[in-house]
């Protein structure tokens, strides 16, 4: 079954930037699909066949309204952002948003963990 989901648009708060409107609202039609594993933060995944990706996955925060059915708005949990020295002396900016804890260290682009989140936490 199809189902209709009206997020709010990321880029509405920088609309003014943009030399073409920005819609407040954007709409996305799609058959829900099983969330994947990789995916920690509490989201919707719906198809989306006019993508290469196959699939959007849409943060609940973002979500207005699913088949015309207004949302109770989700509380978005406080957004920590460190910086952790590496054993070579270079910075690496590591974000912790509820469980989903990222890092810009090459690293974690691979394992999707490291050492410099741990150190955080």
């Given amino acids: 079954m199809t189902m209709k989901l009206v997020c709010k648009n990321v880029l509405?708060?920088?609309?003014?930037?943009?030399?073409f409107p920005i819609?407040?609202?954007?709409?996305?039609?799609?058959?829900?699909l099983p969330t994947p594993k990789?995916?920690?933060?509490?989201?919707?995944?719906?198809?989306?066949g006019e993508i290469p990706s196959k699939m959007r996955i849409i943060p609940r925060s973002m979500i207005v309204s699913i088949d015309d059915e207004a949302q109770a708005p989700v509380a978005v949990s406080a957004i920590k952002t460190l910086i952790v020295q590496g054993d070579k002396g270079?910075?690496?900016?590591?974000?912790?948003?509820?469980?989903?804890?990222?890092?810009?260290?090459?690293?974690?682009?691979?394992?999707?963990?490291?050492?410099h989140i741990i150190a955080a936490s």
């Fill in 38 to 48: 990789w995916v920690e933060s509490d989201a919707i995944c719906i198809s989306a």
């Fill in 90 to 115: 270079k910075s690496y900016v590591v974000t912790i948003n509820g469980k989903l804890k990222t890092c810009t260290c090459t690293g974690y682009s691979f394992r999707r963990t490291c050492k």
């Fill in 12 to 19: 509405w708060d920088k609309r003014e930037s943009y030399f």
């Fill in 23 to 32: 819609p407040e609202f954007m709409t996305y039609y799609g058959e829900k």
